[in-house]
């Protein structure tokens, strides 16, 4: 059974930033990095978004109101992938979410199409 273990979350002003870190544990008989690997984020009241992913080909994607603001990256030695995130907004108020493996099929912002979840870090950013 996949285990997502996220941390770095917490509460900054507006204009901060934080690096969530996600370690992955418990899969076999494939690599991490071959595997679709995502953030999204949910606020209270709201539905859960997709904030960034990586599919399996090293292809990395962007919900448009983080471009040029919040980076994903992955260390493949550590099973771990990053989401830093720079010059924040009070909108990005969320609990954060990693994801690991997802469908192939349909767009990696759907959240109902991966398989394994993170137990959620919270943001908070204020004005």
């Known amino acids: 059974q996949v285990q997502l273990v996220e941390s770095g979350g917490g509460s900054v002003q507006a204009g901060g930033s934080l690096r969530l870190s996600c370690e992955a544990s418990g899969y ?3 690599t991490y990095s071959s595997k679709y690997m995502g953030w999204f984020r949910q606020a209270s009241g709201g539905e859960r978004e997709g904030v960034a ?13 983080v471009k040029g ?4 990256s992955q260390d493949n030695a550590k099973n771990t992938v990053y989401l830093q995130m720079n010059d924040l907004k009070p909108e990005d108020t969320a609990m954060y979410y990693c994801a690991f493996d997802k469908e192939d099929d349909g767009l ?8 394994y979840w993170g137990q ?6 204020s004005a």
């Open 53 to 65: 992913a990586i599919t399996p080909d090293g292809t990395i994607d962007y919900v448009d109101s």
């Open 69 to 72: 603001r919040f980076t994903i």
């Open 28 to 30: 076999a008989g494939y």
């Open 108 to 115: 990696w912002s759907s959240w109902g199409l991966w398989y």
């Open 120 to 125: 959620g870090t919270q943001v908070t950013v």
